[in-house]
T-cell receptor, first 112, second 116 residues
Framework: EDQVTQSPEALRLQEGESSSLNCSYT??????LFWYRQDPGKGPEFLFT?????EEKEKERLKATLTKKESFLHITAPKPEDSATYLC?????????????WGLGTSLAVNP | DTGVSQNPRHKITKRGQNVTFRCDPI?????LYWYRQTLGQGPEFLTY????????KSRLLSDRFSAERPKGSFSTLEIQRTEQGDSAMYLC??????????????FGPGTRLTVL
C-alpha cells in the first residue's frame, strides 16, 4: 500500500538542541518529495522539493535530505520561532495515475 | 500581495445551511487545489483544476460539495446542506506545471468552517 509516515508525531527541543524529523514512504515511481511548515491556524508554507536520492537542500537552519525510502529534515540549533508542524508530501505515479500523498506531520516545539 | 488569498477567513453556520468559499490563486499559476484539514491531520485532497477544467475530484467528496473555476482564475467551493462533520479548515493552493509535472503548491491562509 502506498503510504507516507512521519515520525515522531511530536518533538520538544531546547533552543539550540539539533535534531531530525523523518518522512518515510512506501511508494514506487517517486517523482518528488515536498516539505512544508505549518503554523497554527495558517496554511502550509512551502520549504523544499527533493527529486532524487542523494539530493540535499538547505534554508537557514533547515536541511532536507532524501534517500530511496525516506527523507530527513535536519534542524540545526533551533530557535523558538522554528516551532510549527512540519509536513511532507510525496508525488508518485501509480500506473498512469499521478498521486500526491500527505503525511500527518511532526509537531515541533522549541523551548527558549 | 501576490500570494494565494481566501475569503472568508472564518465562517460559522448552522447545520443544513449552504456556504461558499472563494480562493484567488497566484495569478500566473494554472493549477488550483482545494483541501480540507482537521486538527492533527495532513491536508485531505478534495479537488483540482488545471485552468478552468476540473480534472480530479476525490471519491471522498460527497455530492454536497461542488467547485468551480470560471475563466481559469478564482475558484469557489460550495457546500450544500452543511453537516457538523464538515467543520474543518478548507485550504486552497495553487501551482504552475504541465500534465507531467507536480510542482510545489502555495497555500492560502485557509477558511475555518464551524457548523453548529
Amino acid at each position: 500500500e502506498d503510504q507516507v509516515t512521519q515520525s515522531p508525531e511530536a518533538l520538544r527541543l531546547q533552543e539550540g538542541e539539533s535534531s531530525s524529523l523523518n518522512c518515510s514512504y512506501t511508494v514506487s515511481g517517486l517523482r518528488g518529495l515536498f516539505w512544508y511548515r505549518q503554523d497554527p491556524g495558517k496554511g502550509p508554507e512551502f520549504l523544499f522539493t527533493l527529486y532524487s536520492a542523494g539530493e540535499e537542500k538547505e534554508k537557514e537552519r533547515l536541511k532536507a535530505t532524501l534517500t530511496k525510502k525516506e527523507s530527513f529534515l535536519h534542524i540545526t540549533a533551533p530557535k523558538p520561532e522554528d516551532s510549527a508542524t512540519y509536513l511532507c508530501a510525496v508525488h508518485f505515479y501509480a500506473g498512469n495515475n499521478r498521486k500526491l500523498i500527505w503525511g500527518l506531520g511532526t509537531s515541533l516545539a522549541v523551548n527558549p | 500581495d501576490t500570494g494565494v488569498s481566501q475569503n472568508p477567513r472564518h465562517k460559522i453556520t448552522k447545520r443544513g445551511q449552504n456556504v461558499t468559499f472563494r480562493c484567488d490563486p497566484i495569478s500566473e499559476h494554472n493549477r488550483l487545489y482545494w483541501y480540507r484539514q482537521t486538527l492533527g491531520q495532513g491536508p485531505e485532497f478534495l479537488t483540482y483544476f488545471q485552468n478552468e477544467a476540473q480534472l480530479e475530484k476525490s471519491r471522498l467528496l460527497s455530492d454536497r460539495f461542488s467547485a468551480e473555476r470560471p475563466k481559469g482564475s478564482f475558484s469557489t467551493l460550495e457546500i450544500q446542506r452543511t453537516e457538523q462533520g464538515d467543520s474543518a479548515m478548507y485550504l486552497c493552493a495553487s501551482s504552475s506545471g504541465t500534465s507531467l509535472s507536480y510542482n510545489e503548491q502555495f497555500f492560502g491562509p485557509g477558511t475555518r468552517l464551524t457548523v453548529l
